[in-house]
């Protein structure tokens, strides 16, 4: 049973880019929720996304975007990269939006 | 507006001996608590909850305690083993008008000497 999986691992870009991040939920879940962790801070709540619609939103600007397929899985844009966007970007995926997260092993995402 | 504070960030234990992580919270509303476990290189583990209705919740070496009227939580590890050095996240689920939300804190790292 394979866990939560996040593409890619690590990737570099410049300001002004757009990323887009990728994430499996675990196998029987529905729920996927980003988050940002910058260095020597906890998990930033991005958003969440459950029925392929975004439930709840963190303190991110608009461009933080993201989207869930019917499959469950889901994806994480960033548009206009900025420099204090470098982060690890962490995945969780839950069965109807509960508390038992699991999380993904996170992108190491480097603007440079 | 930290929700969640880890205030100390690191820690050193002798193996064998407790480990006492503290955080503190700010919003009553909050309605369940939870501690998640890093190590490099892998995303956050869940090690433990409990909730506002409890004030305690063991689980084998790992005992939670809640204390809502200084809204302070703690985690205890006993006996501490080298196996446990890892990052320690505090986590606060739920409130009036997020339900959905987790909040962390910034983490404690915790060194558990041989």
């Known amino acids: 049973d394979a866990g939560v999986t996040q593409s890619p691992t690590h990737l570099i870009k410049t300001r002004g880019q757009q990323v887009t991040l990728r994430c499996s939920p675990k196998s029987g879940h529905d729920t996927v929720s980003w988050y940002q962790q910058a260095l020597g801070q906890g998990p930033q709540f991005i958003f969440q996304y459950y029925e392929e619609e975004e439930r709840q939103r963190g303190n991110f600007p608009d461009r933080f975007s993201g989207h869930q397929f019917p499959n469950y899985s889901s994806e994480l844009n960033v548009n206009a990269l900025l420099l204090g966007d470098s982060a690890l970007y962490l995945c969780a995926s839950s069965f109807l939006a509960g508390q038992e997260q699991f999380f993904g092993p996170g992108t190491r995402l480097t603007v440079l | ?114």
């Open chain 2, 1 to 114: 507006d930290q929700q969640v504070k880890q205030n100390s960030p690191s820690l050193s234990v002798q193996e064998g001996r407790i480990s006492i992580l503290n955080c503190d919270y700010t919003n009553s509303m909050f309605d369940y608590f939870l501690w998640y476990k890093k190590y490099p290189a892998e995303g956050p583990t869940f090690l433990i909850s409990i909730s506002s209705i409890k004030d305690k919740n063991e689980d084998g070496r790992f005992t939670v305690f809640l204390n809502k009227s200084a809204k302070h939580l703690s985690l205890h590890i006993v006996p501490s083993q080298p196996g446990d050095s890892a990052v320690y996240f505090c986590a606060a689920y739920g409130d009036e008008y997020n339900f959905n939300k987790f909040y962390f804190g910034s983490g404690t790292k915790l060194n558990v000497k041989p």
